[in-house]
């Protein structure tokens, strides 16, 4: 039976969300905001070694065509015509470092993920290297010295990847971060496809300066990285290129944000002083700070919000961000195999309604902010013999959540306005039990919009919005309005205190786990023991050499 007529007003704009769990390809209504259909492909993980995170880049783009494809199919089986779509933004998983041949297209070198900590020594090497009077790193990127950005995992490809270097001597290697390798390829790849970025990507690399909006030749010479490698910097809103293949071949990609600028956009946190969380693998509070570089003394990123034209003001923010939230869900049942699937943990975590006293601190990647202390590593304490898998479910919901508060606390110190509410987004927020104890722990108000996907709509509208598309309106009285849900704290403000104490006296136990000096090889522990060996046997000798006098005395 053929599917009814459905009518469809105005013009559509499809939205690429390349995350680190999964890509998804989302199309929407510009004159509503209504999602019409989407598609999800999950994404496998490597890891290699201790601390390290990579993704295969041809797995993440042919995921991406798997699905636009087959949210095409969708939309064709609904009866909404695919040429109606007349615009594409691109949003991503930002810091993620790849580096390919632009001749061949093949990668050179697996993505290296933003939660890969390998680099650490690196890290504390360059750190000896800046003075300490003129930290020109943070002044110029906005960001600590950290595993965290892409300039640190790009110098460890560098010098560490022989294929990476010979390509590079030879003038035939292109870097960026995830996005620039999506939209080179769909814009034609080898074929000249577009080697470009967007400043919200190009500014968690630690190699652009966010006040001139442009590659600084300082920070590349510091972390010795060639500058003729790097991609075009644009704004987020402008027509990159057109598509080159497949069912939208001929429509134009014409924005392009990172996913928490994204989620920033669709949010409309457009004003000075509103914020948003976003709970993903990790979880990132923004806050827009207008047109000026706010710097924080508690632990916060200064980071670009977005800039929605060529020729449009860039917006900044304070960004709080934390590495593990959905992680942790992930780790459960990946690693201990306490639930066989996500949504599970909901069910684990109201069956006994309390962590009882067990607290889960989830720094598997170390902590970032506030404290940004990469010794750290994940620790589950407060453990009785009455604690079971329901209660350790029930922490590491509560983890997300205290981490948040943190991020809360540390934004309300450096804006000096606390919030009234928190605006929240990502699909954790789902979770109705996680979502009532984030309202507790903070004791203000969570508000989310019933249409969780946020970061898709915000590139869709800043595609949709591009000077040559003009088909999303972002003046103030032309954006939809969005239908929100709003949940109260439900326990005494002491209670959240007492539980929040606890937290951070678990979290300090967290820190100083990790060293970056461990032994090469096992010969160096024995042969660091001998002189240890030689007092023990020396001592026997002379006991027993003693016990032997004796007797024949």
């Known amino acids: 039976m053929a599917a009814p007529e459905r009518s469809v007003v105005g013009p559509l704009v499809g939205a690429v969300v390349q995350g680190t769990n999964s890509s998804r390809f989302l199309v929407f209504n510009s004159k509503t905001a209504e999602l019409l259909s989407h598609h999800q492909v999950e994404l496998t993980q490597e890891f290699p070694k201790e601390g390290w995170v990579e993704q295969d880049p041809k797995e993440i783009l042919q995921s991406v065509y798997e699905c636009i494809e087959r949210t095409c199919e969708k939309l064709n089986e609904l009866n ?16 993620t470092t790849l580096i390919w041949d632009k001749l061949t297209g093949e990668p050179l070198y697996n993505a290296v993920v933003w939660l890969d900590v390998r680099t650490q020594s690196t890290v504390e090497d360059l750190s000896k290297k800046i003075p300490g009077n003129n930290n020109f790193v943070k002044s110029k990127t906005g960001l600590p010295l950290s595993t965290y950005f892409s300039a640190v995992k ?163 923010a304070l960004e709080g961000s934390v590495a593990i939230a959905g992680a942790v869900i992930r780790w459960l049942k990946d690693n201990l195999g306490i639930i066989k699937t996500s949504e599970e943990i909901e069910k684990l975590a109201k069956e006994v309604g309390t962590s009882y006293g067990c607290y889960f601190i989830p720094a598997f990647s170390g902590l970032y902010a506030p404290y940004w202390d990469p010794s ?28 948040t508060r943190e991020i809360l606390d540390a934004m309300n110190r450096d804006c000096g306005i606390p919030l009234s509410h928190l605006q929240v987004d990502g699909k954790m927020t789902n979770n109705k039990i996680l979502m009532q104890l984030q309202a507790d722990i903070l004791h203000i108000p969570v508000i989310k919009p019933f249409m969780p996907e946020t970061t898709a709509l915000g590139v869709a509208m800043a595609a949709g919005a591009a000077e040559g598309v003009g088909i999303w309106s972002l003046k103030p009285e032309d954006l939809s309005a969005v239908m929100m849900e709003r949940v109260e704290p439900q326990i005494k403000a002491t209670e959240s205190e007492i539980r929040y104490s606890t937290w951070k006296k678990a979290v300090m136990k967290s820190m100083g786990w990790y060293t970056t000096k461990p032994h090469e090889n096992g010969d160096s522990v024995i042969f660091s023991s001998l002189p240890l060996g030689f007092f023990i046997v020396s001592s026997m000798m002379i006991l027993i050499g003693a016990r032997y006098i004796s007797d024949i005395s």
């Open 80 to 95: 909404i015509d695919i040429s109606n779509i007349k615009a594409i933004g691109v949003s991503n998983q930002r810091e």
């Open 154 to 316: 790009l110098r460890w490809i560098l010098d560490n990847v022989r294929k990476v270097q010979k390509a590079v001597e030879e003038g035939r290697a292109l870097f960026g971060t995830i996005d620039s390798w999506l939209i080179w390829n769909l814009t034609g790849g080898v074929n000249e496809g577009v080697h470009c970025t967007d400043v919200t990507n190009a500014s968690r690399t630690m190699l652009f300066n966010i006040h001139s909006l442009e590659w600084d030749k300082e920070l590349c010479d510091f972390f010795e990285i060639p500058m003729n490698i790097l991609p075009n910097v644009w704004s987020s809103s402008e027509i990159y290129g057109l598509m080159k293949a497949g069912a939208l071949e001929g429509v134009p990609i014409s924005g392009c944000l990172g996913d928490q600028s994204a989620a920033l956009v669709g949010q409309m946190c457009f004003q000075e002083g509103q914020a948003k969380n976003t709970y993903g693998t990790g979880c990132f509070l923004l806050c827009n700070t207008g047109h000026k570089c706010v710097f924080s003394d508690h632990g916060l990123l200064t980071t670009v919000a977005y800039k929605l034209g060529k020729d449009k003001p860039v917006f900044y």
């Open 376 to 403: 750290a590593r994940g620790i589950i304490c407060g453990l009785t013999q009455f604690t079971n898998k329901s209660h350790i479910a029930f922490a590491a919901l509560e983890a997300v959540c205290f981490q």
